[in-house]
């Protein structure tokens, strides 16, 4: 059984560069959620994505999107890319209609801001 | 004033120790509360799930909720190097949105 799955690993920009970010969620999983972590601090949510929609938003900027496919894997993309946009970008799924609440992390795309 | 608060450590132990890690919030909305285990970099693993109050235990890992405290608790059992990492508390309130806390790191010295 195939957990969350992230590419690519690491990832290297330069300021005002755009960069998209993927995600195939585990296997029976319906919904796909994207976090912020940067270095020493907890992840911060980003949005989430059910039935190819986004459903919910933090406190992030437009120049983060993101869209979900039909086969339920997401992409996060980030426009004109900030120094203050390094760390580590974490997707994770769930099945909506368990209504647990339970999370389940890949291992993320670390992006480099240079 | 941040959502959750958690004590950033770093925490360091003896192996076999028991170890507790904390985490206070102020939203009496959260609900489901979570503890993750975050290995150098790595995705966030999760390692305990409760909802509303209460304890909770699997093997070596007790969780606790103290809904009337906002308060709630990891204890390790007999630590072992091997649990040398980031661990991370999380909560919701049913709105799939999880709210982390910093983040404690853990070290045991064998």
């Known amino acids: 059984d195939a957990g969350v799955t992230q590419s690519p690993t690491h990832l290297i920009k330069t300021r005002g560069q755009q960069v998209t970010l993927r995600c195939s969620p585990k296997s029976g999983h319906d919904t796909v959620s994207w976090y912020q972590q940067a270095l020493g601090q907890g992840p911060q949510f980003i949005f989430q994505y059910y039935e190819e929609e986004e459903r919910q938003r933090g406190n992030f900027p437009d120049r983060f999107s993101g869209h979900q496919f039909p086969n339920y894997s997401s992409e996060l993309n980030v426009n004109a890319l900030l120094l203050g946009d390094s760390a580590l970008y974490l997707c994770a799924s769930s099945l909506r209609d368990s209504r647990s609440e339970k999370l389940f992390f890949g291992s993320g795309t670390q992006l480099s801001v240079l | 004033q941040k959502e959750v608060e958690q004590d950033p450590g770093p925490l360091s132990v003896p192996e076999g120790a028991i170890v507790s890690l904390n985490c206070t919030y102020s939203?009496?909305?959260?609900?489901?509360f979570m503890w993750y285990r975050q290995y150098s970099r790595k995705g966030p693993e999760l390692l305990m799930y409760?909802?509303?109050?209460g304890n909770k235990e699997d093997g070596r890992f007790t969780a606790q909720v103290d809904k009337s405290s906002k308060y709630i608790s990891l204890f390790i059992r007999d630590s072992q190097p091997s649990d040398s990492a980031t661990y991370l508390c999380?909560?919701?309130?049913?709105?799939?949105?999880?709210?982390f806390g910093q983040g404690t790191t853990l070290q045991v010295k064998p």
């Open positions: 999380a909560m919701t309130s049913n709105t799939g949105k999880l709210i």
């Open positions: 409760t909802y509303s109050s």
């Open positions: 939203n009496s909305a959260f609900q489901y």
